[in-house]
């Protein structure tokens, strides 16, 4: 069981950055892979990047060179730093969190992310 709370979503223009945090409580942090997700209105949900339990990262394509996620295992917090931001990556921003050993997930509530001039 856990719980996740993000934030840091905002307004931001076109070429900005932009770093969204998800805090985790009520179990070990550290045992879980860590991923957030997109969702455009009227779009499916997609995978933006994974961080697993010793640091592995993955990104989807279209996010590559410009986001980085990390995880932060003493904070129990999973971050995405977002550069060089596009009107394409104008979505809600969720994370979710994977539990390694038994494989349940869980996720949070999700933070605007509105890229525009």
């Known amino acids: 069981q856990v719980q996740l709370e993000e934030s840091g979503g905002d307004l931001v223009q076109p070429g900005g950055s932009l770093r969204l945090s998800c805090a985790a409580s009520g179990s070990i942090f550290s045992i879980y892979i860590m991923n957030w997700y997109r969702q455009a209105p009227g779009k499916q949900r997609e995978l933006v990047a994974t961080i697993g339990i010793n640091g592995r990262t993955n990104y989807a394509d279209s996010v590559k060179g410009r986001f980085t996620i990390s995880r932060d295992n003493a904070k129990n917090t999973v971050y995405l730093q977002m550069n060089s931001l596009k009107p394409e990556d104008t979505a809600v921003y969720y994370c979710?969190?994977?539990?390694?050993?038994?494989?349940?997930?869980?996720w949070g509530q999700g933070t605007q992310v509105t890229v525009s001039s």
């Open positions: 979710k969190a994977d539990n390694a050993i038994t494989k349940a997930d869980y």
